[in-house]
Structure formats: structure tokens, C-alpha cells
Nanobody
Framework: QVQLVESGGGLVQAGGSLRLSCAFS????????MAWFRQAPGKEREFVAA????????FYADSVKGRFTISRDNAKNTQYLQMNSLKPEDTADYYC?????????????????WGQGTQVTVSS
């Protein structure tokens, strides 16, 4: 069964760091564009970052550019989101998503596989 499992969420003070991981139980992980989205209470799910299957090119939302870094390890079927200089407005549930041979997309409708989410809370 294909599954994405996020981990690494938690409570951190403003200015701190967290690293999220997402393990994807699929044979051809290297053929998937991977992404992170987040959803704060009462808000719509929004794009955070994506990394291409083809050349590991990356794409970030303006709100996290320069603070967050997305990466992947194809040998481990895992992608990561390193989050630095966290702000209270980064508080949300963070979701891992995958799109087979997809472009770098911010549209969540392009992603066919989703994890269950991991909670990140940033205190002021």
C-alpha cells in the first residue's frame, strides 16, 4: 500500500528550527515530484515548497523563502523540510504530497498522494 508518513513536528519557540521528514513507501520514489503544504486552523491548505523529480530543482512560497529548505534522499525514499527562523505564523499542520513525474507545482490539485500531516506549533 502506497503511504506517505510525516514526522518531526512539535512545539518550538519563535526563532527556532525544526526538520520535518516524509517517508514515501513507493518503488520509484525518484520519479515523484515531492512537496510540502500546510494548513493553519480555519484557513485553506497552502503551498510551502516543492522539489523536482527530474533534477531536484526547488520552488518555494514567498512566505518561507530564505528560511525553509526542501531536500530529498532518493536512496531512503524520504524528503525533508528544514525550517529555520520559525515564526508564530508558521504554526500549522504540515502535509507531505507527491506527484508522479510532475512539474514544480503550487496547486495542490496536481498532487495525487498525501500524508496525514504533522503538527508544528511556534510559540511567541
Amino acid at each position: 500500500q502506497v503511504q506517505l508518513v510525516e514526522s518531526g513536528g512539535g512545539l518550538v519557540q519563535a526563532g527556532g528550527s525544526l526538520r520535518l521528514s516524509c517517508a514515501f513507501s513507493v518503488r520509484a520514489f525518484s520519479m515523484y515530484t515531492m512537496a510540502w503544504f500546510r494548513q493553519a486552523p480555519g484557513k485553506e491548505r497552502e503551498f510551502v515548497a516543492a522539489i523536482s523529480w527530474r533534477n531536484s530543482a526547488t520552488f518555494y512560497a514567498d512566505s518561507v523563502k530564505g528560511r525553509f529548505t526542501i531536500s530529498r534522499d532518493n536512496a531512503k525514499n524520504t524528503q525533508y523540510l528544514q525550517m529555520n527562523s520559525l515564526k508564530p505564523e508558521d504554526t500549522a499542520d504540515y502535509y507531505c504530497a507527491a506527484n508522479y513525474q510532475g512539474f514544480l507545482e503550487s496547486d495542490l490539485r496536481k498532487y495525487g498522494y498525501w500524508g496525514q500531516g504533522t503538527q508544528v506549533t511556534v510559540s511567541s
